[in-house]
């Protein structure tokens, strides 16, 4: 019995110690709501549009779950991952376009090749080494920005505060070895329709 209280509370310990570890924030956008840069209401808009296209994408295909990513940002949609072949690619732009207040869209979804494991470590390695070196910058706010790599090309969503916030991101990806392109998708606060006070 002593064991089994015991036992009950590390477990109660160990799950609600993990709760505020994520970083998604409180309507899963994958950005704090207290750092955030946009305001709450667009956070909020934000949110509803990509839950409401990521429901939309999957009641296409079930196997997008897990290709497919898409990120919004003040209304702007951007869409990574890998599809079969043109004609899928085409059908997830056009359904983006379709979500309720969409300001733009843009598709780097990539056309599937075969697997290749070499290729596929590579692009997770170039994307640890980033997300590591924009945690340790205290410059920056790592939790702002989405990562992607894919064939040695990052590609790199979010916001940044200032362009030199912008600039010393650009500069840490340029130091990742065999990154052959770097893809910026990145927003400044002052461009941003509604700003937080």
């Known amino acids: 019995m002593k064991n089994n209280f015991i036992i009950l509370s590390l477990l109660i310990l160990i ?9 998604t924030g409180v309507f899963g956008t994958g950005v704090s709501v207290a750092i955030d840069p946009r305001s709450v209401g667009t956070q909020i808009d934000d949110s509803i549009m990509q839950k409401s296209l990521t429901t939309r994408i999957l009641v296409q ?14 209304g702007r949609i951007f869409l990574t991952g890998k599809v079969d072949d043109p004609e899928e690619k085409l059908k997830l732009t056009k359904l983006a376009w379709e979500t309720q207040g969409v300001r733009s869209v843009r598709n780097d979804i990539k056309i599937k090749e075969e697997f290749n494991f070499k290729q596929s470590a590579k692009d997770l390695l170039i994307t640890s080494q ?11 706010k790592a939790t702002n920005y989405q990562i992607d790599t894919y064939k040695k090309k990052i590609y790199i969503y979010g916001i940044a505060m200032n362009d030199e ?13 065999d990154v052959e392109k770097i893809i910026a998708s990145i927003l400044l606060v002052e461009d941003l329709r509604i700003q937080k006070d």
């Open 15 to 23: 799950l609600t110690g993990c709760v505020g570890v994520s970083s």
């Open 130 to 140: 980033l997300r590591s070196a924009l945690i340790f910058n205290k410059q920056i």
């Open 61 to 74: 295909d079930k196997k997008y779950f897990l290709s497919v990513k898409s990120k919004v940002l003040d």
């Open 165 to 177: 916030e912008k600039s010393i991101i650009l500069d840490e990806a340029r130091e990742i070895s």
